[in-house]
């Protein structure tokens, strides 16, 4: 117990900054992103499909900015400003959700939020690997992802605690969404504190031919795998639909994430500090077992024992995957690359995601769900052959 103590006590306090930042940002969102489809259907009267084209949209947006961020702050040798931009503009888009009135008004809203997150995602990634002792990376991306995912499911318990308070007054809880956003803005902008670059230091362009070639083999396969392992992990949406064909009540849907994130949030931090002293392939593999243990389960049955056993499972291989994966990225990316790494990484990813979770929607539709969940656990395989066989653990970084 001294140890981990010892551990957190050791992690700057720039880095719990910016995980707090993190945690009140995401409590905002979901109280909002929780609600928001019952509100668009009930209240403005929005076509399911529309939902679906504004949320397409939206991600897209999120997409082609992540990259663009992640360049600039390696340019101009700063992260802080931009963090500060994309978080400011998650915040300045809550109020909009309040005083929507139709879905063009919910559009603007959503877009402007994505492309916030877009913004702040690398350069905040690159921040906290800059921040952070070499001997405790890991540690440091699992605090932050352990903070982060706290406020994924305190949000949608704090929105129905309020729908409840308030007689499903929308509205309202969209009102009380903007207070933490804005407490995330001034926790990054007086409590967090960039490491100082050296005097003197040449900008140069992030992209050229010349310092593409400075992003290493070992990076790459990073990219590589990590895509590869987004393509298995289709949306978490696919859990709440699981457990309702399972018979749970649509009013307790949000539980379905709200398990899954406490499972995540428990173990973000105890398996980061695992990576700093242990290969970070092996860890990987052991996070994949763990996803196509749970993709098994999902595919085997419906029936509630299966469903909640994979969801836990679920939240277990996150928790010991996506703080990993960053800690790689920073691990095999030269320092004052890292924000273009990290574009370069979250951009793949993010494609990955949204091709899996289209191949999802239609695998579910034309031949039902076990298959979606096997095809999970046999994209899971490839990518866990990737780092057995193509993947050494002698070439990555622990």
Not at 23 to 38: F, K, Q, R
Not at 120 to 133: E, M
Request: with cysteine; proline share 4%; charged share 10%.
């Amino acid at each position: 117990m001294n140890r981990v103590g010892g551990t957190l006590g050791r992690i700057p306090a720039s880095i719990w900054a910016l995980g707090f930042v993190s945690l009140l940002m995401d409590v905002s969102s979901e109280m909002i992103h929780a609600l928001l489809p019952v509100f668009m259907v009930t209240v403005l009267g929005t076509p399911v499909l529309v939902i679906g084209l504004i949320e397409g949209g939206a991600e897209a947006t999120a997409l082609i900015v992540k990259i663009f961020s992640g360049v600039l702050s390696d340019h101009w040798h700063k992260r802080k400003p931009l963090a500060i931009l994309g978080y400011g503009l998650g915040a300045i888009s809550k109020p909009l959700f309040a005083l929507a009135t139709s879905a063009g008004f919910i559009l603007t809203a959503r877009i402007l939020d994505r492309i916030g997150k877009g913004i702040r995602g690398a350069p905040r990634d690159a921040l906290v690997a800059d921040l952070a002792p070499e001997e405790l990376r890991g540690a440091a991306f699992g605090l932050r992802q352990a903070l982060d995912t706290v406020g994924a499911f305190l949000g949608p318990l704090l929105g129905i605690a309020l729908m409840l308070l308030w007689a499903n007054d929308f509205r309202a809880v969209f009102w009380v969404a903007i207070i933490p956003a804005c407490l995330a803005v001034a926790l990054l902008l007086f409590g967090v504190q960039e490491p100082q670059r050296q005097v003197g230091s040449v900008r140069t362009n992030p992209i050229s031919k010349q310092n593409l070639k400075r992003l290493s083999a070992a990076y790459w396969r990073v990219v590589v795998i990590g895509a590869v392992f987004t393509l298995a992990r289709f949306s978490e949406a696919f859990l709440v639909l699981r457990a309702l064909q399972g018979g749970m009540a649509v009013a307790y849907a949000p539980l379905v994430l709200i398990v899954m994130n406490v499972m995540y949030a428990a173990g973000a931090y105890p398996f980061g500090k695992l990576s700093d002293r242990m290969s970070h392939s092996r860890l990987l593999a052991w996070g994949l077992v763990v996803l196509i243990a749970a993709d098994g389960l999902l595919a085997v049955s419906n029936q509630w024992p299966w469903v909640w056993a994979g969801i836990l499972l679920w939240g277990l291989h996150m928790a010991m995957t996506q703080g990993l994966l960053a800690a790689m990225v920073a691990a095999t990316a030269p320092a004052d690359l890292r924000g273009t790494a990290f574009g370069f990484f979250n951009l793949l990813s993010g494609i990955a995601l949204l091709i899996a979770s289209g191949l999802a929607g239609v695998l579910w539709d034309q031949l039902g769900a076990s298959f979606t969940f096997a095809a999970g656990a046999v994209f899971s395989l490839f990518a866990l052959g990737l780092i057995l066989f193509n993947y050494g653990a002698p070439r990555i970084p622990a």
